[in-house]
């Protein structure tokens, strides 16, 4: 349930308002937007008196809300959020939000050289894997706390924002310390007890569609996360399970604007785990971009052919600069920009 609150209303009476409200054993939560203020009602409605509340004299409507994620619904912000990721980069406003890098951090000369080249490009964060899910226990896992030591100094060095995995509850704490957006990845799309914790920080979290999800059991987790109170998420596409084998997975390029309708949350694309492979991430990061999409996290290597880690699916420096130049083009007839 949302109540909509008349313009002419005060600090003191939206208080008086939360205060009655919460008196049905429901959480208040309110969205201040343009020139409208929206109080989210959480918990079991059904014990909320709608008439009573339609009633107030500083109440414009109430609405029932039929999908069960609420925080996330943009019936109840009806702007876009911006996420600010660092003191220069957000996600969600009119310049579109470029990150770039390996899929695992391997040495600091890898990981650094590869900051300094997708910067210079036009990247506007780092993306590098310190702990990687892999699915086989024999495959390269990372370089765990070192490789997140690397990422601090790539940033030192750059500037960049770091957007790395987190794998457990247990490194809260440190990622909070070190990392600029924590990146919750497929397979802990429905780690529950890990969105809660998630919920309690305040950080911006990168929260990736699960491998068979829907849009909204997507949704859904990003609620688990929201109704802690850190409303610092960016969803991210990046395929998902079909029937077909060619590719890696499937881009649903279709979620982009289904999502927008339905949530206020920023939504960026992930064509390289996608595809799968790398000459597929030019043509969907442009799609990506022409259907809406705020930004794109792309895998970037300096020798893809010699990645401890899906270097299949890697474009080198030089191929995503020319791929940024072309997005340019797609952005400014979209009423975006790439800086």
């Not at 009633?55 to 996330?72: D, H, I, T």
């Not at 619904?73 to 996600?91: D, G, L, M, P």
């Not at 000369?109 to 780092?126: C, D």
């Not at 370089?143 to 809260?172: Q, Y």
């Amino acid at each position: 349930m949302i109540v909509i609150l008349k313009k002419s209303i005060t600090p003191d009476e939206i208080d008086a308002l939360v205060n009655r409200i919460r008196a049905f054993g429901v959480d208040a939560q309110i969205s201040e937007g343009t020139g409208q203020t929206v109080i989210g009602l959480i918990g079991d409605t059904t014990k909320v008196d709608r008439c009573s509340l339609q009633a107030n004299k500083y109440v414009e409507r109430v609405m029932l809300v039929q999908e069960p994620f609420k925080r996330a619904n943009r019936r109840f912000k009806e702007e876009n959020s911006v996420i600010n990721i660092s003191n220069k980069t957000t996600v969600g406003a009119s310049a579109l939000t470029m990150i770039a890098g390996p899929c695992s951090v391997e040495s600091e000369e890898q990981i650094v050289g590869i900051a300094k080249e997708v910067k210079r490009l036009g990247a506007t964060a780092l993306r590098g894997g310190a702990f990687k899910p892999r699915t086989s226990p024999y495959s390269f896992q990372g370089l765990e706390l070192e490789g997140l030591e690397l990422l601090k100094i790539a940033r030192a060095e750059t500037g960049l924002p770091i957007v790395t995995e987190i794998m457990s509850t247990s490194m809260i704490d440190k990622f909070v310390d070190d990392v600029d957006v924590i990146q919750v990845g497929a397979r802990n799309m429905q780690n529950f007890d890990l969105l809660k914790q998630l919920g309690t920080i305040d950080k911006p979290i990168l929260l990736k569609r699960g491998l068979a999800a829907t849009i909204e059991e997507w949704l859904m987790s990003a609620e688990y996360i929201m109704s802690g109170g850190n409303d610092n998420v960016i969803l991210c596409e990046r395929g998902i399970r079909t029937i077909e084998t060619f590719t890696r997975n499937t881009l649903d390029v279709s979620a982009i604007p289904a999502v927008k309708k339905l949530s206020h949350l920023p939504v960026i694309v992930d064509p390289s785990h996608a595809a799968g492979m790398a000459w597929m991430v030019d043509p969907l990061s442009k799609a990506a971009i022409a259907v809406g999409a705020d930004g794109l996290i792309i895998e970037v290597h300096n020798d893809p052919a010699n990645a401890l880690c899906d270097g299949q699916q890697s474009i080198k420096p030089e191929e995503f600069g020319i791929l940024v130049d072309k997005l340019r083009v797609i952005a400014s007839v979209v009423d975006r920009e790439i800086k």
